[in-house]
């Protein structure tokens, strides 16, 4: 299994603050991989530099070999490395569907100038997009809420409206920052399942930052920890629960009862 | 060198006045209030009316135009702007309701008090004069001790009154501000009528040194609109760096750029420019939100 | 892109009454006087249209009258100290007025909301002083006595007669804005509703989502920007040509602004809301002449009144859905 | 005796879309109530009826007896109502302190805001540490606990809390589920809890309420909730 | 009834530059009032009442051209105004093809020289009255040296080279004269220091709006410039004894015809009128007066140009009047054959002021041609 994701010593620095220092570890095709850890780690931080949202202050981060850290987001996200916002980030004004259309512009064949005056070619690339985006969304189940404006849907729809239109852009990779915030069980794990037949059916490659343990620990291959910028575990799930540093530092011991 | 530090620190202090109200205003409720020059012409013809016309003392005339601009503050907040707000899809629309009272005052100001250029008898007379290095008139020194004490009146309101907590809190958070207990369309109004106050408090300084018509209303809203870019919109201790910072950026370059003729302002916003792009949230704008 | 029939026979009914129906009725009221304002308005309409292609990536114009300047400059050098044929240097206005903006845009566009609104309130004033400061701009003396502009003519047939022999200029420079208009409208409805319109309403929704989508959004500012202000540099052009003289101050910030107010008066979420706003805004001035000192009161209560009811534009008084215009 | 908090047939909708379609639920002195459900259920949506952000359509909302419907959001907080609002909210650019001042906003003894606020720095050592840093910079579970801490400065009667554990790392959710239990507890104070951690939720409540698109499905007491196969199904899952 | 005849007015009555629009406005009411309430004025047999349609163009050319259009749909030949250059310039296309007769307040030479036509300067230039002005102060003050300083703006700006052309001309040395200023500014200690550091016998503020002139005197005299002030248009005393007080003793600037030794009972009488109907007077209406007596004059003399502007420029060149606003025998002519090489300028005396406590005296008077 090789790597397609490499993340190398990466480091950011905020100021004094160090976000992440030396972190590394690699992604393999195929894998869903989550980021886990106490609030404030570096999670988020992370992300933002492997979609070259942000500059990493060192270290690199390789995409099938290749540099993708400290390029332009838009860059990244046409070599397939796609993410998704750990707040609640969509197209206020646009209907589900037109989100969806819209975050396929990557497959366009017709340049603007095609679709200014109108060419076949844009004329087909529209009827694909359209075609695509209702396909998407009956695979996420959405397709009730197609025609709903974006900033009227709940939370939950949100995030799941957040995860169509990253995967509308057809990624390789697909970054999600706490997909399931705001879902309940049922719902939480609902997508699991989606994100599971996303990866299976689609050959995408997931990484996820979540904080829903039960979630994180059904659907991870791996699990990398990060705590106070610095990387702590890297395991499968059942190597991650039972480490004394994890539950130390994140999970807190789960026989610690709190009831009335 | 003197005289420039000198006239520095006396344009910095009223053009920081200018800009601390216009950023209230902006803070509270995103509205960039583009009727704010007019505002500060009013407070300046007020207190001609009251002090150069009617003979009462200028510190009356002063608390009259303070008044008069809180009340003119609170009830375009009041009838204009919050239902607007509440009405429209974009933010933005405020700026056309802004635009469209400033050109309300202005008719309202030459209708009201004429197209002259009107001056009150000085406050204090002679001039302070250091050896020809320094000078500056009595009254110029006495109103930029007024502005700067003003300022810190209205720095230390904000942060250490409970008033100024609501309001600041009203800024950031509105829903969050309202959940405290603040009554926030209450204290919107206060915070309008409060920036629009702070406009008429400059103008009826300035109108005993600089006099007033009522041309200078709009370049003083773009006056202060730099000013507030350059600090950071929204920000307090930003618009008083804007204002400084302005200051001190004129008297520098009229002192050492005027046999260039006209370039001084040129270079003041191509500067502003380079700066904004290097700095897009200006000196102390939001990191973060 | 297909057309319902309400919109045809809109953009029909428009083109009748902007060809035929003004002209035979400023012809039965004699109102010769409307040729000019409506000419004004055409071409300010021509130059709103940029600044609400700007809106539409989210970005509050209020620095159009400074490309308005460039491009009544550059075509006011080209015709009076190069020689150039007007209708050249139309088109060649525009283009410069669009490189502008690239150079310009490339460090003013990465600000947002009320900075750049802000920092392009600035840029008119840049313009201005520096049209003061230049010599090939005569400095304060500013360029006067720019003919008219000449005729077209391709193997003899004239398509375009020259305007200093015609009886009435007016009505040519009045068929000539409109037929702008007309193709400024068209190309930004085509431009809205195209691909780059999807992208730029993504971006002006969420830029960062946008370019987590892969849209190149530092390129679409630009080219959208340069777009604006190419329609801002032909309507400035077409303007300095009518009053045959460009001065540091024929666009001035509150040209800027008033731009801007078109825009926001029609209503932002129609691409035919700043032609509107426009039509509205500056006849409406006229209209209120007889009202004499009590004008600009009348003119700003109205204004403030048509903002607290419709705070949404005009057109968010809709008569029918999608009518053309 | 009658119900401190009495939300009774409500109905509310926003731009012509249901969110309640007449909800009727009640918090006795005393007591945590759990809120859950699905998501776009309208479980936020009742808070925010309760603190008056959003207006009811029909039906009244009266706490300690009095009909507080239609009143300012201010004037229901003075009475004793506070919130810890859905992705916190905090005033990012406030110190702790100022926030934690803000929360008793209301009230004016001085000596006595000075008492609350030892008792919630003492309840979160975090909160001490980091007292004067902007809280815009505070981690998401810091700034979880802060708004708790600024809602109890209000010394309020009735403590509405909306997903407090979003977001939050699983050991500061104990944290979190803690305080509250020992809020409750130790001060007397009714708490009204929506949570998406549903097993959380109904662990620490006395009674709770189910919600599925605006209306309330199911309602018992939480142990038995608990145990509950229809919640069970919906909201529990199998194991943890 | 008498029938109408409608003179116009576009300039600007709105803005920072209202003043300037405003005086004209209000003497030309002023002045029809006047002639209506005293029955009306004769031309050619016919006595007419006189209605002022005025246009505010807010300093905008564009609107500038709206209102002659507007003068042009009214039907009406003669116009006063526009007050600025550009305004002036941009009107000239609608005037010519309108026949209209336009009376700027402004200075750029190509409106009033061949092959444009219809437009009167209708106040002294300033290259007409600086070199008169510094060649007056050269010989009885002793100026040798001059400085300029000028708004940033095109009028004022335009109005500082003739001025420092006219000066060198006169053989002055010319100390400082790249020294501007925005309009807005509030504070002119900055932009004084330096050019009152080159010591001038002379500071001229060249195209000075009324709104400036007195900030400007009091920053120079506060900073110790002991020199003279002078420039070369119409201020309003009030609003320099408001603005500079005592300070503004001894400014020079130029003025109609109201200083008492040379006002006529008429002036004073329009000057009570004005006041009456507006409430205050304003010194810079004694410029303004006459454009529209040299409009009733010209077509009191030509009827038929009444409707026929070929008439009234035919009759420029030798019309003559009585001018009834001074004392003496002074006449109303048009003048300007050696500025524009035609008779497109109407010829007000040319009359200096000086500011003295309140008031202006007059300093000299002097004729253009
Ligand atoms: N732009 C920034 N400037 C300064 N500090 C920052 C910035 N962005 C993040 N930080 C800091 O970097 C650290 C890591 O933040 P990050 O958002 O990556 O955490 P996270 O692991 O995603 O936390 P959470 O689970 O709460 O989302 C935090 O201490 C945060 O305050
Ligand atoms: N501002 C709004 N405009 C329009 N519809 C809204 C608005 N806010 C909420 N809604 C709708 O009202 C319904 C109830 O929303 P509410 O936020 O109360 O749900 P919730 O139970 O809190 O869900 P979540 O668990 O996702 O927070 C949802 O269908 C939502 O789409
Ligand atoms: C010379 C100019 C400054 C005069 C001005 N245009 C006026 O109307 O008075
Ligand atoms: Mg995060
Ligand atoms: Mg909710």
Redesign the interface.
């Known amino acids: 299994m090789s790597a397609l994701l490499q993340v190398k010593d990466v480091t950011k620095k905020y100021g004094g603050l160090i976000a992440n220092n030396a972190i590394s570890f690699d992604v393999a095709e195929n894998e869903i991989l989550s980021v886990i850890?106490?609030?404030?780690a570096g999670k988020s931080t992370l992300f933002k530099m492997i979609?070259s949202?942000t500059p990493t202050s060192s270290g690199e981060v390789l995409y099938r070999g290749e540099r993708i850290s400290n390029l332009?987001?838009?860059?990244v996200?046409?070599k397939g490395v796609?993410?998704?916002?750990?707040e609640t980030?969509?197209?206020?004004?646009?209907t589900v569907r037109?989100?969806v259309?819209?975050?396929q512009?990557?497959r366009?064949k017709?340049s603007?100038a095609g679709?200014?005056?109108?060419s076949k070619v844009?004329h087909d690339?529209i009827t694909a997009f359209e075609k695509y985006a209702d396909e998407l969304l009956e695979f996420l189940g959405m397709s009730e809420i197609s025609a709903e404006q974006a900033s009227?849907?709940?939370?939950?729809?949100l995030r799941a409206l957040g995860i169509a239109?990253?995967l509308?852009?057809d990624p390789k990779v697909l970054l999600l920052d706490?997909p399931f915030?705001?879902?309940?069980?049922?719902?939480t794990?609902r997508m699991v399942d989606l994100v599971r037949s996303v990866r299976d059916e689609r050959g995408v490659t997931v990484m996820l930052v979540e904080?829903d343990?039960?979630a994180v620990m059904t659907i991870s291959d791996r699990i990398v920890v990060l705590n106070f910028g610095e990387k702590i575990a890297e395991g499968t799930p059942s190597e991650i629960q039972n480490n004394e540093k994890v539950i130390e530092?994140?999970?807190?011991s789960?026989d610690?009862e709190?009831?009335? | 060198m003197e005289q420039v530090m000198a006239n520095g620190v006396y344009l910095g202090s009223q053009y920081a006045m200018i800009a601390l109200g216009l950023t209230l205003i902006f803070a509270l409720m995103n509205v960039l209030n583009f009727a704010h020059g007019q505002m500060y012409v009013i407070g300046g013809f007020v207190t001609y009316t009251f002090y150069g016309q009617w003979g009462v003392p200028f510190v009356l005339a002063l608390f009259m135009s303070c008044m008069t601009l809180a009340i003119i503050g609170a009830l375009i907040e009041r009838y204009l702007f919050a239902p607007v707000i509440k009405g429209s899809a974009r933010e933005e629309s405020t700026m056309l309701l802004a635009a469209g009272i400033a050109f309300l005052l202005d008719a309202l100001i030459l209708l009201i008090f004429g197209e002259k250029q009107r001056g009150v008898p000085k406050i204090v007379d002679g001039v302070f004069n250091w050896d020809f290095r320094l000078i500056m008139p009595y009254d110029r020194i006495l109103i930029c001790v007024l502005a700067i004490l003003s300022i810190v009146a209205f720095i230390a309101l904000m942060q250490y009154s409970k008033t100024g907590r609501a309001l600041r809190a009203l800024a950031q958070d509105r829903t969050a501000a309202q959940l405290m207990g603040v009554n926030v369309d209450r204290y919107s109004m206060i915070g309008f009528a409060l920036g629009a106050m702070l406009a008429g408090l400059v103008g009826g300084l300035l109108v005993t040194i600089t006099g007033v018509n009522l041309g200078m209303g709009g370049p003083t809203s773009i006056k202060a609109f730099m000013m507030v870019m350059i600090g950071g919109a929204g920000v307090i201790s930003g618009a008083i760096w804007g204002g400084f910072i302005l200051g001190f950026m004129e008297a520098f370059g009229l002192a050492y750029l005027s046999q260039y003729g006209d370039i001084t302002y040129l270079l003041i916003f191509v500067s502003l420019m380079i700066f904004l792009a290097i700095r897009p949230q200006g000196l102390m704008g939001k990191p973060w939100g | 892109m297909n057309f319902s029939k309400i919109q045809i026979l809109g953009v029909l009914v428009f083109l009748a009454v902007v060809f035929v129906g003004v002209p035979v009725f400023i012809a039965a009221t004699g109102r010769w006087d409307f040729y000019f304002t409506l000419t004004s308005v055409a071409l300010l309409a021509i130059a709103s249209a940029g600044v609400w292609l700007t809106f539409y990536i989210g970005r509050i114009n209020i620095g159009q009258g400074a490309f308005a300047l460039v491009g009544a400059y550059v075509s006011a050098i080209l015709v009076v100290k190069a020689g150039w044929s007007f209708w050249i240097s139309l088109p060649a206005a525009g283009l410069f007025a669009a490189l502008v903006a690239v150079l310009i845009g490339l460090p003013i566009l990465r600000l947002r909301g009320v900075y750049f609104a802000m920092i392009t309130l600035v840029l008119t004033q840049v313009a201005t002083l520096t049209a003061l400061a230049l010599p090939i701009t005569n400095g304060a003396k500013g360029i006067t006595n720019i003919p008219l502009p000449g005729g077209i003519s391709i193997f003899g047939i004239t398509l375009i007669p020259d305007f200093s022999t015609l009886e009435n200029a007016r009505m040519a420079f009045y068929f000539t804005a409109i037929i702008l208009m007309i193709i400024t409208y068209a190309a930004l409805y085509r431009l809205v509703n195209s691909r780059l319109g999807h992208l730029c309403r993504s971006m002006q929704q969420n830029e960062e989502l946008a370019s987590s989508i892969g849209v190149n959004i530092t390129y679409i500012r630009i080219l959208i920007f340069a777009i604006s202000s190419f329609f801002g540099g032909v309507g400035g052009a077409m303007f300095g040509s009518i009053s045959q003289s460009v001065y540091p101050a024929t666009f001035v910030v509150k040209d800027s602004v008033d731009f801007m107010l078109n825009c926001f008066l029609g209503g932002l979420g129609y691409v035919f809301g700043p032609m509107l706003g426009t039509l509205v805004l500056y006849f409406g001035w006229d209209l209120l002449f007889e009202f004499g000192k009590y004008q600009m009161l009348i003119y700003a209560t109205l204004l403030i009144l048509i903002i607290r009811f419709l705070p949404n534009g005009l057109l968010s008084l809709r008569f029918g859905k999608g009518g053309g215009k | 005796m009658t119900a401190m908090l009495d939300f009774k047939d409500v109905e509310l909708y926003y731009d012509h879309v249901y969110a309640l379609k007449g909800v009727s639920l009640t918090v006795n002195k005393g007591e945590t109530i759990a809120l859950i459900g699905a998501n776009g259920a309208g479980k936020s949506s009742i808070l925010r009826a309760i603190t008056g952000l959003a207006k009811p359509a029909k039906g009244s909302v009266s706490f300690e007896g009095e009909r507080v419907d239609g009143t300012d959001p201010s004037d229901i907080v003075k009475r004793g109502i506070a919130m810890v609002p859905e992705g916190r909210r905090v005033f990012p650019y406030m110190s702790v302190k100022d926030n934690l001042m803000m929360g008793a906003f209301t009230r004016s003894d001085k000596s006595e805001i000075q008492d609350t606020l030892d008792s919630i720095l003492t309840r979160f050592p975090r909160l001490k540490e980091r007292y004067s840093q902007a809280s815009g910079t505070l981690s998401g579970g810091e700034q979880q606990m802060m708004v708790i801490g600024r809602a109890l400065m209000a010394k309020p009667k009735l403590l509405l809390l909306d997903e407090p554990s979003l977001g939050i790392a699983p050991k500061l959710v104990q944290d979190i589920a803690r305080s509250i239990v020992a809020i409750n507890r130790d001060e007397g104070v009714s708490v009204l809890l929506v949570e998406q951690n549903s097993r959380m939720a109904l662990s620490i409540s006395h009674r709770a309420y189910a919600m599925a698109t605006g209306n309330v499905v199911i309602e018992g007491n939480s142990k038995d909730l608990l145990h509950d196969d229809r919640i069970k199904a919906a909201y529990l899952g199998g194991e943890v | 009834e008498n029938p109408v005849l409608k003179i116009g007015f576009v300039g600007v009555t709105s803005g920072p530059a209202a003043a300037w629009g405003i005086s004209n406005q209000r003497s030309m009411e002023t002045r029809a009032a006047w002639i209506n309430e005293t029955g009306g004025y004769e031309i050619g047999g016919v006595t007419y009442d006189i209605e002022i349609v005025s246009f505010d163009d807010q300093k905008d050319p564009k609107r500038a051209i709206a209102g002659m259009e507007k003068m042009a749909q009214e039907g009406i030949h003669y116009v006063v105004g526009p007050n600025v250059d550009d305004g002036a310039a941009a009107v000239r296309p609608v005037a010519e093809a309108n026949d209209i007769m336009y009376f700027p307040y402004a200075f750029p030479r190509e409106l009033y020289s061949a092959p444009a036509s219809n437009a009167v300067l209708s106040m002294i230039a300033n290259y007409q009255s600086g070199p008169a002005i510094y060649k007056h102060l050269m010989e009885n003050e002793g100026v040798k040296t001059v400085a300029f300083i000028a708004a940033n703006e095109s009028d004022p700006l335009s109005q500082r080279d003739s001025g420092v052309a006219a000066a060198k001309e006169l053989g002055l040395e010319v100390v400082s004269d790249n020294v501007t200023y925005q309009v807005d500014t509030t504070d002119f200690t900055p932009v004084l220091t330096p050019i009152l550091r080159t010591r001038p016998d002379l500071l001229v503020l060249s195209g000075v709006s009324p709104a400036n002139a007195p900030q400007l005197i009091r920053s120079a005299r506060e900073l110790g410039f002991e020199g003279l002030i002078s420039t070369e248009t119409a201020q309003d005393a009030g609003v320099l004894a408001e603005g500079a007080g005592d300070l503004a003793n001894g400014f020079i600037s130029v003025g109609g015809a109201s200083t008492p030794e040379l006002a006529s009972p008429m002036m004073n009488e329009f000057v009570e009128r004005y006041t009456a109907m507006f409430g205050e007077y304003n010194d810079e209406s004694n410029t303004k007066v006459y454009a529209l007596e040299y409009i009733l004059e010209t077509l009191k003399a030509t009827p038929e140009a009444i409707e026929d502007v070929a008439a009234f420029q035919a009759s420029m060149d030798d019309f003559s009047a009585p001018n009834p606003y001074m004392n003496g025998d002074e006449q109303l002519t048009y003048v300007g054959m050696t500025s524009f090489g035609q008779k497109r300028q109407i010829a007000v005396p040319l009359v200096v002021n000086v500011y003295q406590d309140g008031a202006f005296e007059t300093m000299f008077i002097a004729r253009v041609d």
């Open positions: 850890g106490p609030n404030g979609s949202f332009k987001p838009h860059i996200a046409r796609v993410r998704t916002f750990q980030t969509i197209f206020k004004s646009m037109e989100s259309v819209v975050a512009h990557l366009a017709a603007l679709y200014f005056w109108g844009a690339d009227n849907l709940p939370q939950g729809s239109i990253g509308a852009t706490e915030a705001g879902m309940n069980h049922d719902e794990m904080h343990m039960p530092a994140y999970l807190g789960a610690d709190i009831g009335m």
